[in-house]
């Protein structure tokens, strides 16, 4: 089945020790999302990249950046993780085809739950 | 600018009695609307959406919705709950404005008690 993929499912680091996220689909979407989620809270935007263009949400803080090397893999790299970091960080697609069946439509993975020490 | 507003952050229902949990919107374009469903330590997972074809929208598991663009709501309703809707539930709109970005309202927490 088409999906979005997220590795690791958990991941521990230290606080400032950089740390890398995966997110991979096989939806073939063009717009990937990359959100950050704490404990009872809604999933709060941190960029998103329509194609190859990189779209960085204003408030979201410099320690985070996003590579998208191809359509299928999108990255998330915290710089130096401190202890405010540790939350849910989901990944999301949808595909910009007016009128089609998921049009404006957001696919999510499952999401890797990050724990700075 | 647009805006999602859930009602309740909490609501306990006894299984096999009716859930509903509300939403209200605010948008400047004509909006798609969808509610997702979160369990523990788990991704978001499409319920059902809207996007300006029928008001009356059925989605997975029994729930449905109603969009009512005179209220500028889309609440969700099941018939009948089951232990295994207890979870979070989010209401999510977005616009035609080109931003393909999504508002989150702040989550409703459904608890079903046997």
């Known amino acids: 089945d088409a999906m979005v993929i997220q590795n690791p499912r958990y991941q521990v680091t230290q606080f400032g020790k950089p740390v890398t996220l995966s997110c991979s689909q096989t939806l073939n979407h063009n717009v990937m999302y990359w959100y950050q989620q704490k404990s009872s809270q809604a999933p709060k935007l941190l960029f998103h990249?329509?194609?190859?263009?990189?779209?960085n949400e204003a408030d979201t803080p410099d320690n985070f950046q996003s590579r998208r090397p191809n359509t299928s893999f999108c990255f998330l790299d915290i710089r130096s993780p401190g202890l405010g970091d540790a939350a849910m960080y989901l990944c999301?697609?949808?595909?910009?085809?007016?009128?089609?069946?998921?049009?404006?439509?957001?696919?999510f993975g499952p999401g890797t739950r990050l724990l700075v020490l | 600018a647009q805006s999602v507003t859930q009602l309740d952050s909490h609501v306990s229902v006894s299984e096999g009695t009716p859930v509903l949990l509300r939403c209200n919107y605010s948008s400047s374009y004509s909006p798609s609307l969808f509610w997702y469903v979160q369990h523990p330590n788990k991704g978001l997972q499409l319920l059902l959406k809207y996007t300006s074809a029928a008001t009356l929208v059925k989605g997975i598991n029994g729930f449905e919705a109603e969009f009512k663009k005179s209220e500028t709501s889309f609440h969700l309703t099941k018939p009948s709950a089951h232990m295994s809707d207890a979870a979070e539930y989010f209401c999510?709109?977005?616009?035609?404005?080109?931003?393909?970005?999504?508002?989150f309202g702040t989550g409703t927490r459904l608890k079903v008690l046997a």
């Open positions: 990249y329509y194609d190859k263009d990189f779209n």
């Open positions: 999510v709109v977005s616009d035609a404005s080109g931003t393909y970005k999504y508002i």
């Open positions: 999301a697609t949808s595909r910009d085809i007016p009128l089609a069946e998921t049009w404006r439509t957001q696919y």
